[in-house]
Every structure is written in C-alpha cells, then in structure tokens.
C-alpha cells in the first residue's frame, strides 16, 4: 500500500472523500474539528477544500505508567472520559491510577483549552455535523472521546476522518455509535504506528496550531 506524502496530502484526500457527504461552502450545516496537534493542519486543509469552519476538539490520551504511548483511554472537553476496560486489565491498572493520570492530563487539557480558546473562539455545534479529524487512528480512544465531546455540544451527526486509521477501530466507532460514519484516506491491514504510514510525520508545534486557528478565525 502506497504512503501518505504529508499531512497535507492526507488533507487533499480526505478532501476528495468527504466533498460527497457536507454541503460544500455552507459554514451552518458543517463544522471541522481537528485534533491538536496533528489532526489541525489536515483539518485546516479540509475545511479551505470544503469551504467550512474550522474548530478545535481538545482529548488527552490516558497512558500506561511507563509506557504513556500505549492509551488505556481518552479524556476530552467537558468531563468526557472513554476508558478500555480490556487494556485496564491486561496492564492491572486500578481505579486509584486512572484518578492520578487522569487529573494530570485533565489539567494539560484544561491548560491547551485556555490557549486556543485566546485565537479561536468555540464554534456552535447545535444541530451541525461535526467533522472530527487526526492525522492517525489505532486503538481509536482518541477518536472516540472526540466525536463524544461533539455528540455533547449538541452536533447532529458525527463524521471521524483520518488519514490512516485501523479497519477494526474504524469500525468499532461506528458499531458503538460513537461516529456515524468514521472513514480514512489509508486503511492498512495492519497498523502498528502511524507514522511508519506517513513519509514526513513530523511533529506539528503548538505555535503552528494557534497560527492556524488564528487564521481560520480572522477569515470569519
């Protein structure tokens, strides 16, 4: 299977593939929400390609004790919190650790909020369809505590758009209801890391997101 050239190119696919499901240029009936940090400059491209809003979607991975990259689940905006009750296990991760990660990285969250919140003021999800998008879904714990936060702000349908994601976590997002469509411009058979999918998977700065944000609120 062919590679992601960039996040950009991720964007222009992802583009292509959602152009048929949003009302193109209608800033009322859809919104983007792209996850910082990577998910902002592939949402940015779908909004420009769409003629939509865009908007931030704030989640924190909850990572294991020594091994923060393997997520046992997800907090987001408003209290939402997704947990992995088959990960807990496996890992014998008890309540009284899930409070202590997740009061860190409720306040990492709470902090990052604040900041795009001071270039970008939060964008009406009543009765929209929220499209939620990063740059990679694996386990889809992010994704998940995401499209749950937009389910919150009240959006009326719920589309996750990455640009390479696991089939069966594409799948499970849909099964629970989480998303109402959940779809991505790579879907591999295996995934094991996003980034071996993408040829410059490069870290995106947060003074990149907030230049972002800024701009797709000065164009409103």
Do not use: C
Not at 56 to 74: C, H, M, Q, S, T
Request: net charge negative.
């Amino acid at each position: 299977m062919e590679l992601l050239r960039d996040r950009a190119d991720a964007g222009a696919r992802l583009t292509w593939l959602l152009s048929p499901l949003v009302v193109q240029g209608d800033a009322t009936s859809a919104v983007v929400l792209g996850l910082p940090r990577g998910g902002v400059p592939i949402g940015a491209a779908i909004a420009r390609g769409l003629g939509l809003p865009l908007d931030v979607v704030v989640v924190r991975k909850l990572g294991a004790p020594g091994n923060p990259e393997y997520g046992f689940g997800a907090i987001g905006e408003g209290g939402i919190r997704v947990l992995d009750a088959q990960a807990m296990t496996i890992l014998g991760i008890t309540d009284e650790v899930v409070a202590r990660i997740e009061a860190r990285e409720r306040e990492e969250l709470e902090r990052r909020l604040a900041s795009y919140r001071e270039v970008r003021p939060k964008v009406p999800l009543a009765g929209r369809t929220a499209i939620v998008v990063d740059d990679g879904i694996a386990t889809g714990g992010t994704a998940r505590a995401a499209a749950l936060v937009a389910r919150a702000a009240g959006a009326g349908r719920v589309i996750v758009a990455a640009g390479v994601a696991a089939p069966e976590s594409l799948h499970a997002l849909m099964e629970d209801g989480s998303a109402d469509l959940a779809l991505a411009a790579l879907i591999p058979n295996q995934l094991l890391a996003v980034g071996q999918w993408y040829m410059n998977f490069s870290q995106t700065p947060e003074r990149e997101v907030l230049r972002i944000l800024g701009e797709a609120a000065a164009e409103e």
